[in-house]
C-alpha cells in the first residue's frame, strides 16, 4: 500500500512553454501532497505543500506563478510549470501524507524529469 | 532555520559495515528519518527514529540517534552491491508543520 506515482516521469519540452506534472495517490487519501525539486547531484528542495481544496503554501523564493499547484482532489496534485526556461530543467518529486495515519509519513513518487530545451 | 549535512561519499566492500553520518541542527526535532534513493528514482523510506528514543534497529539496518551532540548514524550490516544508492537523512519538527528537511545526501558505493 501506500503507492504515489507521478506523470509523465520525463518530459522535453521547448522554452516558453508549459508543463504540467501529475501526482497521484494510489491507494489512500493524502490530505497533504509536497512539491520537490532535485538538481543533479544534489538534495531535494521543498517547494510547496500543498493540501487539498486548498491554496498551495509555497518555500521561500519559489515564484507561485511559474510553479502553479492545484491539490483538487484527495488523491491528485498538479504542477504545472509555466513559461518553461532551461533554467527549470531539474528533477521534480512529489510526496504525499497519508492524513489516516497519526505518524509523519511521506509517500515519495518515482519523480519526473523535465527538460527545457 | 533547520541545517542537516551529510558526508558526501561513501565506499565500501561488499560484506562489510557501511556507517553512514548525519548532523543536524534543530533541537526541536520531532522525527528523525533515513532514505534511500536509486537513480533516477523517487525516495525510499527506510527507517525513522522518534526522537526521544537513542536507538532503532530494523533487520540490517541500525539508527543510532546522539540527542546531545545533534548526530545521527545509519548502520548497514553485511552491505550487499543492492546497498550502493544515496543515502539521505532527514528531520521534521511539529513547529514547522512536519516538513521534511533534507541533508545533502551520502553517495555509497559497495563495491565486489
Known amino acids: 500500500g501506500a503507492v504515489v506515482s507521478q506523470h509523465p516521469s520525463w518530459v522535453i519540452c521547448k522554452s516558453g512553454t508549459s508543463v504540467k506534472i501529475e501526482c497521484r495517490s494510489l491507494?489512500?487519501?493524502?490530505?497533504?501532497m509536497f512539491w520537490y525539486r532535485q538538481f543533479p547531484k544534489q538534495s531535494l528542495m521543498l517547494m510547496a505543500t500543498s493540501n487539498e481544496g486548498s491554496k498551495a503554501t509555497y518555500e521561500q523564493g519559489v515564484e507561485k506563478d511559474k510553479f502553479l499547484i492545484n491539490h483538487a482532489s484527495l488523491t491528485l496534485s498538479t504542477l504545472t510549470v509555466t513559461s518553461a526556461h532551461p533554467e527549470d530543467s531539474s528533477f521534480y518529486i512529489c510526496?504525499?501524507?497519508?492524513?489516516?495515519?497519526?505518524?509523519?509519513?511521506?509517500?515519495f513518487g518515482p519523480g519526473t524529469r523535465l527538460t527545457v530545451l | 532555520g533547520e541545517d542537516v549535512e551529510q558526508s558526501l561519499f561513501l565506499s565500501v566492500r561488499e560484506g562489510d559495515s557501511s556507517v553512514i553520518n548525519c548532523t543536524y541542527t534543530?533541537?526541536?526535532?520531532?522525527?528523525l528519518y533515513w532514505y534511500k534513493q536509486e537513480p533516477g528514482a523517487g525516495l525510499q523510506l527506510l527507517t525513522y527514529?522518534?526522537?526521544?528514543?537513542d536507538m532503532k534497529q530494523d533487520q540490517r539496518l541500525t539508527v543510532l540517534l546522539n540527542k546531545k551532540d545533534k548526530h545521527l548514524s545509519l548502520r548497514i550490516a553485511d552491505t550487499q552491491t543492492g546497498d550502493s544508492a544515496i543515502y539521505f537523512c532527514?528531520?521534521?519538527?511539529?513547529?514547522?508543520?512536519?516538513?521534511?528537511?533534507f541533508g545533502g545526501g551520502t553517495r555509497v558505493l559497495v563495491k565486489p
Open positions: 527514529i522518534f526522537s526521544n528514543m
Open positions: 510526496s504525499a501524507r497519508d492524513g489516516r495515519r497519526a505518524y509523519n509519513e511521506q509517500f
Open positions: 491507494d489512500f487519501q493524502a490530505t497533504t
Open positions: 534543530d533541537s526541536s526535532s520531532t522525527y
Open positions: 532527514a528531520e521534521s519538527t511539529k513547529a514547522a508543520g512536519n516538513k521534511l528537511t
